[in-house]
């Protein structure tokens, strides 16, 4: 037991760190190059905060333990719209642009619903996770699409950036992978070692773990008053969860998964449509609204134990 929570600790660390060490520098290339501020928060940085998701699902999957896999999916979908959103908006009220919610917000609400169906029959089959990595090179490119254009900076700038945020991106990259690597193998001896099943594992103590880095990146750009940037990164990693994440896993792993599942989606899509309420009625997400979202994060995992 003590070794498998050594294991996660450590794995979170390395995660938490390459990743968002691997945003910033992704951010920079993207702002080095002139692409706009929604196509950095919701395509570099809310699907760079998915990285780790990736990793350890794909792990995961390729290892046979499938039900890891979506649980961490799932359970970091529910996490992103409760204690990523909750936590942001309890340190300033959040404000979303309508023509934000309008487009990737229904994109994040479609994807969410294409999980769904995929998931709805405790099964995932190669051809289902082929269809939702297919839907995930269409998202990408229609938030390409929406995006504004941007301002694009010096030659001698963007070469200089682009040079140094490559080698630390690429660094923080291999720590990122090295922290999925360890967080699997510490989640498996955990449910060897407390007879717990992996669905819980993932469902929670992985994938509040791997929402880490878009609730610090959230938090921090809370404080610099870019609430933009953490609604398109809570849109954009929810999008790559449902869609390449889900979709990686089901081409390396298909198979069954638990019947629990189905809870753990309805509860998903609640505190989803709980968010969405809350910030299209006023195109703000304020602190009382943010308290109730913490509770239905609480509610989520008291429910799955």
């Known amino acids: 037991m003590i070794a498998a929570a050594l294991l996660i600790g450590a794995g979170l660390v390395l995660l938490t760190a390459g990743a968002d060490r691997m945003v910033l520098a992704a951010a920079r290339l993207s702002r080095a190059r002139g692409l706009s501020p929604v196509l950095v928060g919701a395509l570099v940085v809310g699907l760079g905060t998915s990285v780790p998701e990736l990793l350890v699902s794909a792990i995961a999957s390729v290892r046979g333990d499938l039900d890891l896999a979506i649980g961490n999916i799932v359970g970091s979908n529910a996490s992103n719209v409760t204690l990523v959103l909750g936590s942001a908006a309890l340190v300033a009220p959040l404000v979303a642009r309508s023509r934000v919610l309008a487009r990737e917000g229904v994109a994040m609400l479609a994807a969410l619903g294409a999980l769904t169906v995929v998931l709805w029959d405790l ?22 699409h929406w995006s504004d254009g941007a ?155």
Not at 123 to 144: C, I, N, Q, T
């Open 123 to 144: 099964e995932v089959s190669r051809a289902e996770g082929a269809g939702l990595a297919a839907g995930m090179v269409v998202a990408a490119v229609l938030l390409v």
């Open 151 to 305: 301002d694009a900076p010096e030659a001698s700038e963007a070469v200089t950036v682009g040079r140094r945020e490559a080698v630390v991106g690429g660094a923080a990259l291999l720590a990122t992978l090295a922290g999925a690597d360890v967080l699997v193998r510490g989640a498996e001896r955990l449910v060897e070692a407390a007879s717990l099943e992996s669905g819980f594992v993932g469902l929670v103590v992985v994938a509040v773990g791997t929402s880490l880095p878009e609730l610090a990146t959230s938090v921090a750009a809370t404080r610099r008053g870019e609430a933009g940037l953490v609604v398109g990164n809570v849109i954009g990693s929810n999008l790559f969860n449902s869609l390449a994440v889900a979709g990686v896993a089901g081409l390396f792993g298909p198979g069954p998964v638990d019947g629990e599942f189905r809870v753990a989606l309805l509860w998903m899509l609640a505190a989803v449509a709980a968010a969405a309420v809350f910030v299209a009625t006023g195109r703000r997400l304020v602190r009382r609204e943010a308290v109730v979202l913490l509770g239905l994060f609480a509610g989520f995992v008291v429910f799955v134990a």
